[in-house]
């Protein structure tokens, strides 16, 4: 079974995405709230995959695309998908080019959450 | 029933973003070092086609506009498609253009900004796992596309090389 790791900032969200994926029987490793707090469990939990939301408060100078960069610094396999809100076109290429794999665009319909995280799988 | 639906050729302006549903089409015209991405859904039957004119925002003083730019033209194309219902693994994505329309500026100079484009947009495409289906692409020579979001199918026109369906 795929593990995941969730990185939003809102708790909410996290639910949204986590339930989500569940009920496709993908299991969730762990939740970060922040960049700098995905980088630390992406090392502990080495999950298969992370959701990252791509606007989040700066820890320590790290926000959701600096967490990118540094995670395939780390892990040059690693599969990022980011979550975007409408507009954010220049955010949703840096991160592409830093490495992420697809992003998907709130809000988003179940479905293409899915499909995100099985072409990534995948692929 | 005997009923025609009207197609509506709807037109993509050069450094714009443009969204059709079957029976429409898109037309992008005179092409050169441009690039004319076209990205299809064909069980939506709708297609994107973007017109962007350079690589990135680094190469322009304008910077709010995302379809005058590869990656980001590319984003946002995506981004309409997926409101649209589209899915990422049923894409057919076509690229046009990227001509070398200066002669005196050498194919593998910096300043080929055709090339350019073009190399952008096999970086995101690849970065994405997103397969390029055709490429028309390079020459010296303008193009002119129009997509059928019935089918799928582009319509590449030129001065001197004719025509013909891809």
Redesign the interface.
């Known amino acids: 079974m795929a593990r995941v790791l969730v990185v939003d900032d809102a708790l909410f969200m996290r639910r949204m995405l986590s339930d989500i994926l569940k009920k496709e029987g993908i299991e969730i490793c762990g939740e970060a709230e922040n960049g700098k707090d995905a980088i630390d469990k992406y090392q502990q939990l080495k999950p298969d995959l992370v959701t990252m939301d791509i606007v989040m408060p700066k820890i320590e100078e790290i926000d959701g695309i600096g967490a990118v960069k540094e995670i395939v610094k780390a892990d040059a396999q690693a599969k990022i998908i980011m979550v975007s809100a409408?507009g954010q076109?220049?955010l949703?290429?840096e991160a592409?080019?830093a490495?992420?794999?697809?992003?998907?665009?709130k809000p988003?319909?179940p479905?293409?959450v899915i499909?995100?995280v099985k072409?990534?799988l995948g692929? | 029933m005997d009923r025609v639906m009207e197609s509506n050729l709807i037109e993509v302006q050069m450094g714009k973003m443009e969204i059709a549903q079957a029976p429409d089409r898109l037309i992008t015209r005179g092409l050169g070092s441009c690039l004319g991405i076209t990205i299809w859904d064909p069980v939506k039957k709708t297609g994107a086609m973007v017109h962007p004119m350079l690589p990135?925002?680094e190469w322009s003083k304008i910077?709010n506009n995302?379809s005058r730019f590869v990656?980001?033209g590319?984003?946002?194309a995506?981004?309409e498609l997926?409101?649209k219902?589209c899915?990422?693994?049923r894409y057919e994505i076509k690229i046009f253009g990227g001509a070398h329309m200066f002669s005196f500026i050498n194919a593998d100079s910096a300043l080929n900004v055709g090339q350019k484009n073009i190399d952008m947009a096999h970086?995101?495409f690849k970065?994405?796992?997103l397969k390029i289906l055709v490429e028309d692409v390079g020459g010296t020579f303008g193009r002119t596309i129009e997509l059928d979001a019935e089918t799928g199918k582009v319509l590449v026109k030129t001065v001197s090389w004719g025509e013909k369906v891809v």
């Not at chain 1, 490495?99 to 665009?105: I, P, Q, R, S």
């Open positions: 409408m076109h220049s949703v290429v592409i080019q490495g992420a794999k697809d992003f998907v665009t988003f319909q479905s293409r499909e995100a072409r990534a692929g | 990135d925002m910077k995302p990656n980001s590319i984003a946002l995506m981004e997926e409101k219902g899915f990422r693994s970086e995101i970065n994405l796992n």
